[in-house]
Nanobody, 117 residues
Framework: QVQLVESGGGLVQAGGSLRLSCAASRNIGGRNTMGWYRQAPGKERELVATVTVGGTTNYADSVKGRFTVSRDNVKNTVSLQMNSLKPEDTAVYYC???????????WGQGTQVTVSS
């Protein structure tokens, strides 16, 4: 089992920035993907950004050029730098850890991000 603990959410005005962080409770080794998903009220959870151990990233079109995902493989952490935030970015953001070879998938508890106009 792995626990994911997120931090860094909050309230920010449109155009502002926030940084989310997520730490795994143990060494998660290689061959995994960490990242972030979000869920707005009344909507399904959607991909925001992911990054593999090797550094390959994947972004939702809606956040490209504004958000940057990064990870520290020694500290077993993943971060999301969010710039030029928009009201439509308002959602609960979930940290994700996926092991593609076993199918195991873990989620953090979620952190609220609210962007006011």
């Amino acid at each position: 089992q792995v626990q994911l603990v997120e931090s860094g959410g909050g309230l920010v005005q449109a155009g502002g920035s926030l940084r989310l962080s997520c730490a795994a409770s143990r060494n998660i080794g290689g061959r995994n993907t960490m990242g972030w998903y979000r869920q707005a009220p009344g909507k399904e959870r959607e991909l925001v950004a992911t990054v593999t151990v090797g550094g390959t990233t994947n972004y939702a079109d809606s956040v490209k050029g504004r958000f940057t995902v990064s990870r520290d493989n020694v500290k077993n952490t993943v971060s999301l730098q969010m710039n030029s935030l928009k009201p439509e970015d308002t959602a609960v953001y979930y940290c994700s850890l996926r092991f593609p070879y076993t199918g195991d998938n873990y989620w953090g508890q979620g952190t609220q991000v609210t962007v006011s106009s």
